[in-house]
């Protein structure tokens, strides 16, 4: 058989439904709280969804959907669940042939075998409008440290690379999927943190091959490192981490005009970091696990599936923890999903183009949130709407983030204006700065970039 990144079209899509199958079936639909009660309120059976197409029938699911009042304690309800008996029910033949032999022979560490796949032991921290735990089985992290051994050698880099780390190490999978990269490659990496005294010590120790920092600060760690004098001849790779701005893209390019710039990405909820590949760059876009990961898009307005670009949905294969199925992530893509063979480096995986990290979820200056899919969701029900839009910007005299919804109702204004305020804030729990009742004219002048159909963006 063909490796992972290079099955023909039609042998991955017969192993993503393959995989679907027994993600739905035998892990996630059985074990998971969340997903067998949403499941029965769906009037869907485990049985019935045994394919990529059947499981886009689902309804994408978000953190909102889970914990509608943001508590992290409700993110516990996507953990898979699984007792012994039903292990033995759901788990793999070969696995569950040798769980039997070895109980039927009185070796008490089959236990440890069911452990091994099912009982969360590792925790990461992830979350866009509030933080909440993923939880990994030891099996998982097997599958994140293979993810990283992929990531290394897509962003072709090898054992002889050595890796200076810049991102703040606490349990977020971003620090962990590195540290897994570098460890499976087999090669050296320093994981200071992001303190620049402590990561310009741990440069001049070790002069890095590969540096890796979060797209936000990188510019600035690199102006610091310059500032105190290190060399940076050793860099040949910097990796960002978490898709970057153009702009912020740009400022490091303009910093290290001779080195390889290549964005690392894992969505909100993910457990493993995507990665672009170094013949193909950014224009080639962030080359996705097929096994491991099934993307997704969905119209960020009203959550439907569309075959454009939108929002990225997340489902995870083969991994127990916590239960990444048909999982909003807040990334937005421009384009669709690509899945021809990759122009830069020809792997055939499915590719993620043009992403922009976290657009959905916004967060003020004074940490408070607001998730746009919440506020789309409450306008795209609405029967006494004829059309809407949502504009983000700051307002001009004090800079401020400010969200202006433009209404045009069906009906008498007034009244459409306060239904429809009153539904903004019980799903989105606070209201937008304004709600504006406007004309089909103005609507359509809105300035701004589109963000989604109905949402756009203005400096
Ligand atoms: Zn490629």
């Not at 839009?389 to 459409?416: A, F, K, S, W």
Request: glycine share 10%.
């Amino acid at each position: 058989m063909a490796s992972w990144d290079r099955l023909s079209a039609g042998a991955l899509s017969k192993l993503q439904d393959r995989l679907v199958a027994h993600q739905v079936q035998h892990v996630v639909g059985p074990f998971s709280p969340y997903w067998k009660a949403r499941l029965a309120e769906l009037g869907r059976r485990a049985s019935t969804i045994g394919s990529v197409a059947a499981l886009e029938a689902l309804p994408a699911a978000g953190e909102r959907d889970v914990a509608p009042d943001g508590d992290p304690a409700g993110m516990a309800r996507l953990v898979v669940q699984a007792s012994e008996g039903g292990f033995v029910l759901h788990a793999k033949g070969p696995t569950v042939r040798r769980v039997l032999r070895m109980r039927a022979t009185g070796n008490k560490d089959y236990l440890k075998v069911i452990a091994h796949e099912t009982k969360p032991t590792s925790y990461v921290w992830s979350g866009l409008g509030f933080r909440y735990p993923l939880a990994s089985t030891r099996a998982d992290l097997d599958v994140v440290a293979r993810a990283g051994a992929r990531l290394w050698s897509i962003a072709g880099l090898t054992a002889q690379d050595a890796l200076l780390s810049a991102v703040p190490v606490t349990s977020s999978t971003e620090h962990l999927a590195l540290s897994y990269a570098a460890m499976a490659a087999g090669a050296p990496a320093l994981f200071p943190g992001a303190e620049p005294a402590a990561l310009i010590a741990a440069a001049r120790l070790a002069p890095p091959t590969v540096l890796a920092a979060p797209s936000p600060q990188a510019a600035d760690v690199l102006s610091t490192w310059a500032g105190a004098g290190v060399s940076i001849d050793s860099v040949r790779t910097l990796l960002l981490v978490g898709a970057p701005t153009p702009a912020q893209r740009a400022a490091v390019a303009g910093l290290l005009p001779a080195v390889t710039v290549l964005a690392v990405h894992a969505p909100a909820g993910a457990r493993v970091l995507w990665t672009e590949c170094r013949a193909g760059g950014a224009a080639a876009g962030l080359h996705t696990y097929p096994d491991l990961d099934l993307v997704q898009m969905v119209d960020p307005d009203s959550g439907e599936p569309t075959a454009q670009g939108g929002e990225v949905v997340l489902t995870q294969l083969g991994m127990f923890g916590s239960a990444l199925l048909r999982w909003r992530t807040g990334d937005i893509a421009a384009a669709p999903i690509d899945s021809a063979p990759c122009p830069g480096c020809g792997r055939r995986v499915p590719r993620v183009i043009g992403l922009k990290a976290h657009a959905m979820v916004l967060v003020s200056d004074d940490g408070r949130t607001l998730d746009l899919r919440a506020v789309a969701g409450a306008l795209s029900g609405r029967t006494d709407l004829t059309d809407w839009r949502v504009v983000v910007g700051r307002r001009g005299r004090d800079g401020r983030g400010q969200v202006i919804v433009h209404l045009l109702p069906d009906g008498e204004p007034g009244e459409v204006a306060v239904a429809a305020a009153t539904d903004i804030r019980t799903v989105a729990g606070l209201l937008p700065t304004q709600l504006v009742v406007t004309t089909p004219e103005d609507l359509a002048a809105l300035p701004g970039e589109a963000l989604t159909p109905r949402i756009r963006l203005r400096d």
